[in-house]
Nanobody, 122 residues
Framework: QVQLVESGGGLVQAGGSLRLSCAAS????????MGWFRQAPGKEREFVAA????????RYADSVKGRFTISRDNAQNTEYLQMNSLKPEDTAVYYC???????????????WGQGTQVTVSS
């Protein structure tokens, strides 16, 4: 079982940037597809981005496409989410997750981090 720990969240003004990190341990990081999800108060957890084992295949939610970039460094066992041009509607708890293959649905992911808060002010 892979253990995931997110970091890098915080408070930022609209239009600003944040870089989230997800450190993995416990198993070979490169054997898992990885993803990012987010959950705002009173809303369901939603897909943000995903990346394949080697990083060659990426997917993004329409709401973040062109603004967010997912990447991974298998040598460092770390997944990243670079978030640019942030909007107040991006405010949520962001979760790192692992899956057997690159996927967009919650049910495909079997390991989750504790989450990191991202707050975007207007």
């Amino acid at each position: 079982q892979v253990q995931l720990v997110e970091s890098g969240g915080g408070l930022v003004q609209a239009g600003g940037s944040l870089r989230l990190s997800c450190a993995a341990s416990g198993v070979t990081f490169s054997s898992y597809a990885m993803g990012w999800f987010r959950q705002a108060p009173g809303k369901e957890r939603e897909f943000v981005a995903a990346i394949s084992w080697t990083g060659g295949n990426t997917r993004y939610a329409d709401s973040v496409k062109g603004r967010f970039t997912i990447s991974r460094d298998n040598a460092q066992n770390t997944e990243y989410l670079q978030m640019n041009s942030l909007k107040p509607e991006d405010t949520a708890v962001y979760y790192c997750a692992a899956a057997p293959v690159v996927a967009l649905s919650l049910s495909q992911y079997n390991c989750w981090g504790q989450g990191t808060q991202v707050t975007v002010s207007s």
